[in-house]
């Protein structure tokens, strides 16, 4: 849970610099909105990753596929209830929304393999 913490604060700080000092156009008004969820969701799949991990070894895949099978549906539903609400910019949304997904995403695939290969 810690690198998930590391690499929340790293992604934060990107974001905030390029908000600030170099574009602010290209970071929505409501990332801290999208960053927040990445890390509630991360810190989600952790706990569930744990406790595939820790009774039965055999369950991990199906642990893993249903993790990755809520994640898509939760980011469905997350980029739904705000372009219901209405944006002012939803390409930006979507665009930002993307970019933390593949972020997280390859975080998480790393983690799972450092884990995998030390086990």
């Not at 969820?37 to 810190?43: T, Y």
């Not at 820790?54 to 895949?61: C, G, L, P, S, T």
Request: charged share 15%; hydrophobic share 55%.
């Amino acid at each position: 849970m810690l690198r998930a913490i590391v690499a929340t604060l790293f992604i934060g700080i990107v974001f905030f610099i390029v908000q600030k000092y170099v574009n602010s156009a290209w970071v929505h008004p409501y990332f801290w909105y999208i960053l927040s969820f990445f890390f509630g969701l991360s810190f989600l799949i952790n706990r569930l990753m744990d406790y595939g991990l820790k009774d039965n070894r055999k369950k991990f895949v199906s642990f893993y596929l249903s993790t990755v099978v809520g994640r898509l549906l939760l980011s469905i539903i997350f980029i739904g209830v705000f372009l219901y609400h209405g944006l002012t910019d939803s390409l930006l949304f979507v665009i930002n929304f993307f970019i933390l997904y593949l972020c997280y995403t390859g975080f998480e695939i790393y983690t799972l393999y450092c884990n995998l290969r030390r086990d």
